[in-house]
């Protein structure tokens, strides 16, 4: 068990490249980005995790159990919020896209030059 | 560059990543052997320094509460840029709202989604509203609060009123109330160096017991300011 | 709150913890597969749904339930439905 989370993160990590190196839609390409960005939040998630603890919330515990880093988690929700953000500001490009050179194949937007 | 040979390159590109990957995650400690310092000191003084008993909301909004302005920021700049990319060109005429389905087939929204959308409503607006202001004791906090109300708004649209959506989301209500939010965070922090003290210091009084939905002062506000925040940007 | 601390387990048994972790983390990981080899978009968004869902029970697994709110809302709900908006606006220009 010591390395394997980690390992699923490089595959989520790889997948996701591949379809957006691959993609023929922009869309499926925004979507690929989000899983690379997925991969991040198990990796933040994977590294604060203490084998036996608990969640980080002590309204009915005693303030001394064991439990998993908090910060690492406030990380990763910053990071989810982020890419809603983000993922919402390249719909928008892509709709724009769509509307100029009426394709959204970005194998064929390249070849735009402005 | 043709599919082929993009492929090859990714791969290539890929085995050099899984190589330097690899390489690093010897250096890890594994997981489950959380060795770090940082988390364990907060487990242990957050409680007793913020009377709040969750303490992923207590790093959030009172530790690290600087990161979280700047991401209430990130959210608003997507927003203002979303409105800036899909703004009227030269050349395009804001055509009048019409009913665009009318030369297409569209199945009229069925009366189970219809129902089962209005039900939902209630609850999820209490449950937002449970979300937004529990931030402080159990797993919950301004963002997700704020998210769920704008499911309730958007169950409405989803049961085909789409007439009553416009009335309760106009629009300048939504900007205001988006701004307020944002400025609110910010007007917090600057409440606390008006007093002299760093900005974003928690200083309002800490409320009588940890876990009380009272307590810990002005993380409970800034949550609500932030909660207030987020639905805009859904709409 | 009650004043004697009666030890209430809050984390299952170890070994049933490990096993969902393992068992969420291999239905992530086919997931992420699943999602990028889906080529149409409508039905790519669905499968980010689940996909959206699966994360978060693996972030449950991981004891961290305020990620797990954060990407029920934002990845199975918020997300998809800006996908699908986007969609039917890129369409409606192509009739």
Redesign the interface.
Known sequence: MGVFPFIVVAWILTVGLYGIVTSRHLVHQIVCLIVVQSSTYVLLLGVGYRRGAAAPYFSDVSVHTPAVDPVVQALALTDVVVEAAVTALLLAFAVQAHKRFGTLDPQELVQFKG | MN?AV??WV?LAG?AG??AF??WG?TG?P?????P?P??DI???I???QTNA????????FEY?AF??LG?EF??F???V??SV??RR?RGERERPARD?SMDRNLAPTSDAVRMVSLVLVGPTLVMGWY?ASHAQ?????G??GG??L??AF?LVFLAGEFLIFERISPLAAIDAAEAAGAGGFAAIGVSAVAMGLPYLTNFLPLGSR??AVSSSGTIALISFSSASKSPP??S | MSGHAAVIPHTAPLGLMNVLQVTMLILVAAGAAAVVLVRDPVRQVIALSIYGVLLAVLFLAFQAPDVTLSELTVGAVAVPLLLLLTLAKVRRREE
């Open positions: 599919p993009r492929r990714f890929a990543l899984a990957y690899l995650l890890l594994g997981f489950g052997n959380y770090g940082y988390g907060i487990n242990r957050a409680v007793a008993t969750g303490v992923v909301s207590a790093v959030n690290r990161d979280t991401e990130i959210l700049a997507a927003a840029g979303v990319v899909l060109l665009e979300l004791t159990s797993p919950s906090g963002f997700q998210v769920v704008a499911t958007i940890p876990g940007p859904s």
